[in-house]
């Protein structure tokens, strides 16, 4: 079946203007997740959803970043007035249940570049 | 808070050689800890994960990973390597909640 798919796969975006990042998780899984990942760096939780609440944020940056999942489906990462250092590849990825034991499943990602 | 460290960025290895990829983490609490790879222009995949039980975990592609809690360590081995192990392998713990926390990173190279 289809796997987490994301969009674009690569935004080049000039510095101060805003981006939508778009995330369509496997159908019927409940958890949906964004990472981020610089060079270097590994992954960086952003934040996570149950459903279209959003239970931790704790990992936003700024508040120059935003997301929001409706119809318990497809999630939109949003930044702000973006500055060179958000380029990174975000990640999103999708769990079938809530609780711990429960494996990730990734899209490949949306590689953005901020000039 | 959880704390994951993977002590080699990168392992040049040539193939059919054995491979360790090192992995520790910190926690305060009872933790569930897994392996992700990363093919080049690809998303992360689950390898294998270590919930309870038997502390030797088997995964994918013939890698395993023994769970230490005396060391906590969760060091991920494969007796022979081929070119196409060539990845990024990231070392994950989880206790709070659904949030994974990920290492690093280690590049695996393998070599003919």
């Known amino acids: 079946g289809a796997g987490v798919s994301q969009s674009p796969s690569n935004k080049v975006t000039e510095k101060g203007k805003d981006v939508e990042l778009r995330c369509d998780p496997i159908?019927?899984?409940?958890?949906l997740y964004w990472y981020r990942q610089s060079l270097g760096q590994g992954l960086e939780f952003l934040i996570y959803?149950?459903?279209?609440?959003?239970?931790?944020k704790s990992g936003l940056p700024s508040d120059r970043f935003s997301a929001e999942r409706t119809g318990g489906s497809v999630s939109t990462l949003t930044i702000q007035r973006t500055q060179q250092e958000d380029s990174a590849v975000y990640l999103c990825?999708?769990?079938?249940?809530?609780?711990?034991?429960?494996?990730?499943?990734f899209g490949n990602g949306t590689r953005l570049t901020v000039t | 808070a959880q704390s994951v460290t993977q002590l080699d960025s990168q392992v040049p290895v040539f193939e059919e050689a054995p491979v360790e990829l090192r992995c520790n983490y910190s926690?305060?609490?009872?933790?569930?800890l897994f392996w992700y790879v990363q093919y080049p222009n690809q998303g992360l995949q689950l390898l294998l994960k270590?919930?309870?039980?038997?502390?030797l975990v088997k995964g994918i592609n013939g890698f395993e990973a023994e769970f230490n809690k005396s060391q906590t360590s969760f060091h991920l081995r494969k007796p022979s390597v081929h070119i196409s192990d060539t990845a990024e392998y990231f070392c994950?713990?989880?206790?709070?909640?659904?949030?994974?926390?990920f290492g690093a990173g280690t590049i695996l190279r393998v070599k003919s």
């Open positions: 990825a999708s769990s079938l249940l809530q609780g711990n034991n429960s494996p990730l499943h």
């Open positions: 959803f149950q459903g279209n609440s959003a239970p931790d």
């Open positions: 994950a713990v989880s206790a709070q909640g659904n949030k994974l926390v």
């Open positions: 926690s305060s609490v009872s933790v569930y």
């Open positions: 159908s019927g899984h409940t958890a």
């Open positions: 270590y919930l309870s039980g038997s502390t």
